[in-house]
């Protein structure tokens, strides 16, 4: 059974930077798409960036393109969000998830097998 557990979320001044993490356990994650989705109060949950089993392939919302990276150290079975000048409106409970074997990266929510717990990031103005 694969967990994920989030961290680094939390307040910061719109144009500031926050880096999320997101550490798994078990044997699937090298092999694992990763993807980190983001859910604002009253919003349906929505990609914001994943990274293909191979690494060969990364995804960027078009809202966080150029702000947000995205990257894994297998090593630590861990991924990161790194998120840059981070405006009010990147405000919501961001989740890291996982799928084992799926080529690409998934971005619907329903293909994705693992969730982590959430954590919350609040942009302030």
């Known amino acids: 059974q694969v967990q994920l557990v989030e961290s680094g979320g939390g307040l910061v001044q719109a144009g500031g930077s926050l880096r999320l993490s997101c550490a798994a356990s078990g044997r699937t994650f090298s092999s694992s798409a990763m993807a980190w989705f983001r859910q604002a109060p009253g919003k349906e949950r929505e990609i914001v960036a994943g990274?293909?089993?191979?690494?060969?392939?990364?995804y960027y919302s078009d809202s966080v393109k150029g702000r947000f990276t995205i990257s894994r150290d297998n090593a630590k079975n861990t991924v990161y969000l790194q998120m840059n000048s981070l405006k009010p409106e990147d405000t919501a409970v961001y989740y890291c998830?996982?799928?084992?074997?799926?080529?690409?990266?998934?971005?619907?929510?329903?293909?994705?097998?693992?969730w982590g717990q959430g954590t919350q990031v609040t942009v302030s103005s």
């Open positions: 990274m293909s089993r191979s690494d060969i392939n990364t």
């Open positions: 998830a996982v799928v084992p074997r799926r080529v690409g990266v998934p971005l619907l929510p329903v293909l994705y097998e693992h």
